[in-house]
């Protein structure tokens, strides 16, 4: 499999073998793609949240910013705090 697939068309080739593997089984090639999809899908999961949570800024109920510390640096690493 060397095409890379979009989110959607990740997610739908995930769901047809998954409901291939319920219906009749898969084959080891099959098994295989399996495998690197759900990886794959993992990994993008994983990179998005990661990027949502370096984006966050918290603040307290009276407007204080009370983000942590490191994901304060980490904002400044990526130029998105001058502070």
Do not use: C
């Not at 295989?32 to 993992?42: A, C, M, P």
Request: proline letters at 1%; zero cysteines.
């Amino acid at each position: 499999m060397n095409k890379k697939l979009s989110e959607d068309e990740l997610i739908n080739r995930i769901n047809e073998l998954a409901h291939k593997q319920k219906k009749d089984s898969l084959t080891d090639d099959e098994k295989s793609e399996q495998k690197k999809l759900r990886q794959q899908f993992l990994a993008n999961f994983r990179e998005s949240f990661k990027s949502q949570i370096e984006m966050m800024q918290i603040y307290d109920k009276n407007g204080k910013e009370v983000t942590p510390e490191k994901v304060k640096e980490i904002q400044r690493k990526k130029g998105l705090r001058d502070d």
